[in-house]
């Protein structure tokens, strides 16, 4: 370029892209290259719901901070989600109450280690090694996406309502990112938890009059894997059930974030164990750490000092 620019040869720019052309090529070509099919349905709401209508409309080139700023608290303002991570008392409550349910490990398994949704439900006995006390990450369940299949228009605008429905992308594939493919260590309950649950899953297996062996983990009564939208109103069924206040199955994985944090974790380390593949994901949960350790500090409190009262009272 320096020497088109002394040649006077440089070729003048062409025109600025907007921030919606630029989106729509960046969640089309450039982020199906680095992240899971689940990720990518993920970025293309967020594309056409949020950013486009939001700021799609601004040259790229004009773009400014102050724009941003303004439109993320509009969206704040409209009541958009802010995460806010379950404390120890509600995730002992969870876990008593998932104490009841069938593939109640699945849900330690989120609220302990952290795994995303598709990652729990791809999960296969060949990636648990319980005698090592630890699990491999390497394969993720993709939400089902659907192209029309009719040869004369059906009338269904979405195409996963259409009669003759083809789905156009895999059950499974193996995590895309080294970050994403990691081996996830195990405390001693969880392994009891996980024995305990295949001992379960193999009187099941037994029992029923019909099962389809894919060796998963957690699979639904048949050994099939569960839908995504099942395992989601499972998940709600269970914060009601144990009278924890309402929110996202995501919300999981940001408490075991958060809690590994707290404890102390480094950085590196929550990272691995999490399948992040950048400092800035982990700064996304730092925020939320003060205010939770400070819960925890009260908890703390209460129970030693509470004890150390009552056996003062008794020696008295």
Same mark, same amino acid.
């Given at each position: 370029m320096e020497k088109q620019r002394e040649a006077k040869k440089v070729r003048k720019p062409g025109k600025a892209w907007t921030a919606k052309t630029w989106l729509t090529h960046w969640v089309e070509n450039v982020a199906p290259l680095a992240v899971s099919d689940n990720t990518v349905v993920g970025h293309r709401f967020a594309v056409r719901k949020h950013l486009i209508p939001g700021l799609g409309a601004h040259r790229l080139d004009r773009l400014k901070p102050e724009h941003i700023e303004i439109f993320y608290a509009?969206?704040?303002?409209? @009541?958009?989600? $802010?995460?806010?991570?379950?404390?120890?008392? *509600?995730?002992?409550?969870?876990?008593?109450?998932?104490?009841?349910?069938?593939?109640?490990?699945?849900?330690? +398994?989120?609220?302990?280690?952290?795994?995303?949704?598709? $990652? +729990?439900?791809?999960? *296969?006995?060949? !990636?648990v090694d319980l005698e090592g006390g630890f699990l491999l990450v390497r394969r993720s369940r993709h939400r089902p996406q659907y192209a029309h299949g009719c040869a004369e228009p059906c009338g269904r605008k979405a195409a996963g309502y259409c009669p003759q429905r083809r789905r156009t992308n895999p059950e499974l594939s193996t995590t895309k990112s080294r970050a994403g493919r990691r081996a996830v260590g195990l405390p001693d309950q969880l392994l009891d938890l996980l024995r305990n649950h295949l001992k379960g899953q193999e009187k099941e297996r037994a029992a029923a009059k019909r099962w389809q062996e894919n060796r998963l983990v957690f699979p639904d009564e048949? @050994?099939?894997?569960?839908?995504?939208?099942? !395992?989601?109103? *499972?998940?709600?069924?269970?914060?009601?059930?144990?009278?924890?206040?309402?929110?996202?199955?995501?919300?999981?994985?940001?408490?075991?974030?958060?809690?590994?944090?707290?404890? @102390?974790?480094?950085?590196?380390?929550?990272?691995?164990?999490? @399948?992040?593949?950048?400092?800035?994901?982990?700064?996304?949960?730092?925020?939320?750490?003060?205010? +939770?350790?400070?819960?925890?500090?009260?908890?703390? !409190?209460?129970?030693?000092?509470?004890?150390?009262?009552?056996?003062?009272?008794?020696? !008295?």
């Open positions: 509009k969206m704040q303002a409209n @009541g958009d989600y $802010e995460v806010e991570p379950y404390s120890v008392q *509600e995730v002992k409550r969870l876990l008593s109450a998932a104490e009841k349910h069938r593939n109640s490990a699945r849900w330690a +398994v989120a609220l302990a280690l952290g795994l995303r949704q598709g $990652e +729990v439900l791809g999960l *296969e006995w060949d !990636d048949q @050994g099939r894997s569960p839908s995504h939208r099942r !395992d989601w109103a *499972e998940w709600k069924d269970l914060l009601a059930e144990a009278n924890v206040r309402d929110g996202r199955l995501h919300d999981a994985r940001h408490t075991a974030a958060t809690v590994l944090l707290i404890l @102390g974790v480094p950085e590196r380390a929550v990272m691995g164990l999490m @399948g992040w593949s950048t400092t800035a994901m982990a700064a996304r949960y730092q925020h939320m750490v003060d205010g +939770v350790r400070s819960s925890i500090a009260g908890q703390v !409190d209460a129970l030693i000092w509470a004890a150390d009262d009552a056996a003062g009272d008794g020696a !008295d």
